[in-house]
Every structure is written in C-alpha cells, then in structure tokens.
C-alpha cells in the first residue's frame, strides 16, 4: 500500500480489457479508470480496508482501452503483518454478466488475519498469481 503498486494476473488484464503490454495500473491510474459513479463507492472501500481491516466486495464499472465500461465485481481482503497493521490488500476480478448486473452483492466479513494472509513479496517469490483473476495492492 505504501508503494501503491498494482499486480494483475494475465486474466485480470483479459478482464478489464486493458492491454498487457502496458503493464498493470498503479493505483491512481486504477481509480481513473473506474465509472465516476462508482469511483468513491470502490475508493471508500478500499480505505476502510487499510484503515479498519476489513473485507469488501463490491461491482463497478472499469474503462478498458477502448473507452468502454466494463462491469466487474471485485472482492479484496486485506493482509496483515506480525503487528496486525495492513499492509497489502488481496483480491479478485471477475466479469459481472448483465442478468446480474444489477443485483445488490451482500456485504462480507473480514476473513483475513496475520494467519491466513501472505506478503506481497512472499506471493511474488512464489509464483503469484495462485488464482487466474487475482490482483493485488502493495
């Protein structure tokens, strides 16, 4: 978090329509790229993820290269190190199909802690992505 260092998955590149070969998004250039309707919902999100260490889950709009939106929903968790302050936040991407695009998504507890969380070098060194739609904030 401190770096504000994005990494995607190949599949989290298929997903947003955003073309590898630029590389993944640092963070500023992540919220740019989300609808502004759903820019503060995901930005307040995320800050209480730092901040309080909880879970979220959520859909929003991304622009791909093309300047279309594309619905996505989005589930982060956040990591802790050896003295319970986040330092990272896991999550996933998935493509939201349009039947269901304008369901409410339930609210989710915080299932991360010290125990079950992994840095972001750690995942790095080895072999991240561990899912095909992964995306991780550091």
């Keep these: 978090l401190q770096t504000q260092v994005i ?3 190949e599949e989290a590149f298929r997903l947003t329509g955003r073309d590898v070969r ?3 998004p640092d963070y500023n250039d992540f919220v740019a790229s989300i609808h502004p309707d759903d820019r503060e919902s995901l930005q307040i999100a995320i800050e209480r993820s730092v901040t309080q260490g909880t879970s979220y889950q959520l859909k929003f709009r991304y622009r791909d290269d093309q300047g279309k939106y594309r619905k996505l929903f989005t589930r982060g968790n956040p ?3 050896a003295d319970d302050n986040v330092i990272e936040i896991y999550g996933i991407l998935q493509h939201v199909a ?3 695009a304008d369901s409410v998504m339930p609210a ?3 299932v991360a802690s010290p125990e079950n969380s ?3 070098s750690a995942m790095l060194k080895t072999g991240f992505p561990p899912n095909r739609n ?3 904030f550091c």
């Design 134 to 136: 992964t995306l991780l």
């Design 7 to 9: 990494h995607w998955s």
């Design 98 to 100: 349009a039947s269901v």
């Design 108 to 110: 989710v507890d915080n």
């Design 118 to 120: 992994r840095s972001c």
């Design 79 to 81: 990591v802790f190190d």
């Design 22 to 24: 630029r590389g993944a």
